[in-house]
């Protein structure tokens, strides 16, 4: 089982983002079962925002694999307030596929593309349009030791919003984002693992800086027969 938070503040506006992912196998690690539940500030108001329940699958590899490819399949539940910014007031779909790939002896990289559809996406005056989104990931991942590595990300999206009845705006975002995380393992099993990062913006996302947490909890959910 996987605990997962993390908290990123914009550094130029009073913004901030905490989300909680609770993950379980279902019932071996072929299969993922989880939940992500979020907390927003935006535009002066704290609030819920949108739920995600999520399926991931082990399509290809493992963790020891030179190549693995992981699907995500989530529903989007709309426990945020569109009126307050934090949500998008309409159940919605989400699919994404990692792929990870062991490039030397301490470097891996990791690929990510996915889309998200929200019908009927409500903005604050109650207008309904359906807005879509896609986004693309790439980084790259020096394992400076077995406990310590050095991330380089970058992320791409276009997404949309509703812009008047039946009407969008689309907007562009790319950020890039240097990074460490570090592990701290226990002879039961736990593994914490702890990180941060510096994202910044390029390109239509120019001038845009922020920092981000990450912290992780994972251990075995049961003890292996005659154990």
Same mark, same amino acid.
């Given at each position: 089982m996987q605990h997962i938070q993390t908290f990123s503040r914009d550094w130029n506006h009073d913004e901030w983002l905490y989300t909680f992912t609770q993950e379980w196998p279902v019932p071996g690690l072929a299969h993922q079962l989880s939940y992500t539940l979020a907390y927003e500030r935006t535009g002066g108001v704290s609030k819920p925002a949108d739920m995600l329940v999520n399926y991931r699958y082990q399509l290809l590899g493992d963790a020891e694999a030179k190549v693995a490819c992981t699907p995500r399949l989530s529903l989007?539940?709309?426990?945020?307030? !569109?009126?307050?910014?934090?949500?998008? /007031?309409?159940?919605?779909?989400?699919?994404?596929?990692? &792929?990870?790939?062991? %490039?030397?002896k301490r470097w891996v990289a990791h690929t990510n593309v996915g889309g998200t559809v929200v019908p009927s996406a409500r903005d604050a005056a109650g207008?309904?349009?359906?807005?879509?989104?896609?986004?693309?990931?790439?980084?790259?991942?020096?394992?400076?030791?077995?406990?310590?590595?050095?991330m380089l990300e970058s992320v791409w999206s276009r997404s949309e919003s509703v812009a008047g009845e039946g009407r969008t705006a689309r907007q562009d975002s790319f950020l890039v984002s240097p990074g460490i995380r570090w592990a701290y393992n226990y002879?039961?099993?736990?593994?914490?693992? !702890?990180?941060?990062?510096?994202?910044? /913006?390029?390109?239509?996302?120019?001038?845009?800086?922020? &920092?981000?947490?990450? %912290?992780?909890?994972?251990?075995p959910v049961w003890k292996p027969r005659g154990s």
């Open positions: 989007i539940l709309p426990t945020g307030d !569109p009126k307050a910014g934090t949500g998008n /007031g309409s159940v919605g779909v989400q699919a994404e596929i990692a &792929v990870s790939t062991v %490039l030397g207008q309904k349009a359906t807005t879509r989104s896609v986004n693309l990931g790439q980084s790259f991942i020096w394992q400076t030791t077995n406990r310590f590595n050095v002879p039961s099993g736990l593994q914490i693992v !702890p990180g941060v990062a510096f994202p910044f /913006g390029v390109g239509p996302s120019a001038g845009q800086k922020s &920092v981000f947490f990450y %912290l992780s909890f994972e251990g």
